[in-house]
């Protein structure tokens, strides 16, 4: 089966830096590769997804890229804000089914 | 759009009993619904695949008599945890799965999650 690595497990940064989680998958059939956002207590929230007929992908301060050869890809936050603190998970899927999870990556900005 | 409801948001137990647990998509039809445990600090680990209409797919190491999933209609599948002891305590997750059809005649699929339910057993 798929097994996602993530890293780092926790990240701090100073608001306005940047922040960047990388993530590493096993199953070169795996086609989708979403981002997901969760604050305590709640639900998953997709923040941004890559499919593999894209390098990269870009929607305001968030940008995703892939990596297919390495099968790697990674979630970048930029102008980083409070209101980014959270707990991110990166996970990969084949034919957007069944996802497999990182372990996560808790997110803390310094304000 | 796109809403994916779960019923109780939180439940509190005795150790033995039985508790069910509802996931509902509500302006959409989902024929596969996931069902995750998350324990605390922890990532989602899927636990069970339902279809609708068919019996679920457990993973590996997920007993199936314990964790009953039934996926009656289009919009409910609903995960009952039998003989609840202290170690089932988590948070439990559904996600449905919803089908996009585009202008351009392709198509895509996006799980949709609920906001779980907090299951702790005494």
């Known amino acids: 089966g798929e097994n996602v690595e993530q890293h780092p497990s926790t990240l701090s940064v100073q608001e306005g830096d940047s922040a960047v989680i990388k993530c590493t998958y096993s199953?070169?059939?795996?086609?989708?590769f979403p981002w997901y956002k969760q604050e305590l207590g709640k639900r998953p929230q997709l923040i941004i997804d890559?499919?593999?007929?894209?390098g990269e992908k870009k929607d305001q301060r968030i940008a995703v890229t892939l990596n297919k050869t390495a099968k790697h890809f990674s979630l970048h936050i930029t102008e980083t804000q409070p209101e980014d603190s959270a707990v991110y998970f990166c996970?990969?899927?084949?034919?957007?089914?069944?996802?497999?999870f990182g372990a996560g990556t808790t997110v803390t900005v310094r304000a | 759009g796109a809403v994916v409801s779960q019923h109780p948001s939180w439940v509190i137990c005795k150790s033995g009993t039985s508790v069910k647990i509802e996931c509902r998509s509500l302006?959409?039809?989902?024929?596969?619904m996931f069902w995750y445990r998350q324990f605390p600090k922890q990532s989602l680990m899927l636990m069970a695949t339902?279809?609708?209409?068919?019996?679920?797919?457990?993973e590996q190491g997920v007993e199936k008599d314990k964790f009953l999933i039934n996926h009656a209609s289009l919009t409910l599948s609903t995960l009952t945890v039998t003989s609840a002891h202290p170690e089932d305590s988590s948070f439990y997750i559904c996600?449905?799965?919803?089908?996009?059809?585009?202008?351009?005649?392709?198509?895509?699929?996006?799980?949709?999650f609920g906001p779980g339910t907090r299951l702790t057993v005494l």
């Open positions: 996600s449905a799965r919803a089908l996009f059809l585009l202008l351009d005649s392709s198509s895509y699929n996006e799980q949709f």
């Open positions: 996970a990969a899927s084949e034919s957007d089914y069944k996802l497999s």
């Open positions: 199953d070169s059939a795996s086609n989708y």
């Open positions: 302006d959409f039809q989902a024929t596969t």
């Open positions: 890559i499919r593999s007929n894209v």
């Open positions: 339902s279809n609708e209409g068919s019996k679920a797919t457990y």
